[in-house]
């Protein structure tokens, strides 16, 4: 049974040479940009539904975000240039690295798994499993796990739906790991981008005990 911190995306093996660097680089910077306008254009999506009385909705700034995507109309286009990873695909390696973890701040540590291989696939491609390597993506889902595996089939929804709205609250990262209380803030010359946790553990293995794991990415 694939249990957290076995298969995961870990960053080893991630000496991707000058060229990757390079158009990591530039692919990052081209994000930025987006981002920026996105939230522009959110912002004033916003305003004007306030004024018309359409009132849209935008509870986090990766809302705002989003309605900017929209509203520039850049949801067909993005989705044209998403990584070749497929749903089912991600959902399945959602589920294998996290099947055995549960708590409060589950769905939002899927979706950040979701989001560090989004990005992984798109800086390395064909070569992610190379240098970001995660479980399998293919699942066998037990029927007494498939209230797990439906929450894995969301954040993945979710996290492409954000990956192609320019929208990611990992700040980029491409490398998650699982660890048995929290982390420093540096792992492998890597910042954190963000942390969930604890988790409690059904499978305990290696350093990773049955409660207090926390799940990382970078």
């Given amino acids: 049974m694939p249990v957290p911190g076995t298969d995961q995306n870990d960053g080893n093996n991630n000496d991707d040479g000058g060229d990757d660097i390079a158009s990591w680089m530039a692919q990052r ?117 498939k209230g797990t595996y439906d929450a894995s089939v969301q954040s993945a929804r979710t996290a492409m739906d954000q990956h192609a709205k320019g929208v990611d609250p990992t700040n980029g990262a491409v490398f998650y790991q699982f660890l048995p209380g929290p982390s420093p803030s540096v792992w492998q010359n890597r910042s954190m981008k963000v942390q969930q946790g604890p988790f409690n553990n059904s499978h305990p293995q290696g350093n990773l005990g049955p409660r207090g794991v926390y799940g990382d990415a970078y």
């Fill in 29 to 145: 910077q081209q994000d930025v940009a987006s981002r920026d306008q996105n939230a522009a254009a959110g912002q004033d999506a916003w305003a004007t539904s306030t004024a018309t009385g359409d009132n849209l909705q935008a509870a986090k700034p990766s809302d705002v975000a989003s309605l900017g995507a929209d509203a520039q109309g850049q949801d067909a286009a993005a989705k044209a240039a998403a990584p070749g990873v497929t749903p089912d695909q991600l959902a399945a390696i959602i589920y294998n690295e996290t099947r055995s973890l549960s708590g409060p701040q589950a769905q939002q540590m899927r979706e950040q798994i979701a989001h560090a291989v989004l990005n992984a696939d798109a800086k390395w491609g064909g070569k992610r499993m190379t240098y970001a390597h995660t479980a399998p993506m293919t699942a066998q889902v037990p029927d007494v796990e």
